[in-house]
């Protein structure tokens, strides 16, 4: 065979067109390795977003159990919680009528001591005077200062003052803020808007419109007005509760002049 030593032909490029097997046989071992490089290096590559997707889904999940863990957690708490109870309501004290400016009571005993001075028998307590110790009268009295001791008199009693004693008249009208003491009279007494009475009263007559601590024995008619309040009990020939009035106590009509056992019996 001749050779081609004068052909314009690069002998480079020939020698490996025409190499012999044992370095073909290198070169496909060299290409094998470097296509299992490469196919592992896809097959990592292919795993890697599973695994990421698995972590995110892993996450996803204990987010979800801690959530209900949470939500479980509030529901034991909220009923292991004892309800807090409502506090209880005060009742409300009973409305009491403390004005006096437009008090009926106050306004007749005026009209009385006037009438009683016509005759020049009126004795006046003034405002600002203070007797410490009982006081006794012929005639009529009218306390507007401060008397500290029982009060004894034949004629009518007004009291606007202050009094801390028991009360004997023939007539009692009383318009003050407090009085301690009983109250007894031949007549009428009457006991004005405002007016706290502690002890008894005793009379013929009884109209009360303030508030009285103490039993209430009237031959006669008794009238509790609206703003009234009696703790006690009454005794009376008749009652009239008006409208309004608070009475904590026993009321009977001993003076009624009925046998009421005799008026139920079979006859």
Known sequence: MGTFDDANVDKDLLSQIFADEGEDAETDALLDEMLKEVELDDEK?????????????????????????????????????????????????????????????????????????????????????????????????????????????????????????????????????????????????????????VGDVDGTSAYIAGAVKGDIDVNGHVIVDSTAIIKGNIKAKSIQVNNGAVVDGYCSLNYAGVNLDDFFDEK
Do not use: H, W
Request: hydrophobic share 30%; glycine share 10%; charged share 30%.
């Open 45 to 197: 590559t292919e795993s890697e977003p599973d695994e990421v997707s698995e972590t995110e889904e892993a996450s996803e999940a204990e987010e979800v159990d801690s959530a209900q863990e949470s939500e479980e957690t509030d529901a034991t708490a909220e009923e292991e919680t004892p309800a807090k109870a409502e506090p209880e309501v005060p009742l409300a004290p009973p409305v009491f009528e403390t004005n006096t400016e437009n008090d009926t009571v106050r306004k007749e005993a005026k009209e009385q001591m006037d009438a009683e001075r016509q005759s020049g028998t009126v004795t006046t307590i003034t405002s600002g005077t203070t007797i410490k110790g009982g006081i006794s009268s012929d005639g009529s009295l009218e306390v507007m200062g401060v008397i500290t001791g029982d009060v004894e008199c034949q004629g009518k009693v007004s009291i606007i003052g202050q009094v801390s004693g028991n009360v004997i008249a023939s007539e009692v009208y009383v318009s003050t803020q407090r009085l301690e003491g009983s109250l007894s009279s031949e007549g009428a007494v009457k006991i004005g808007v405002g007016t706290i009475i």
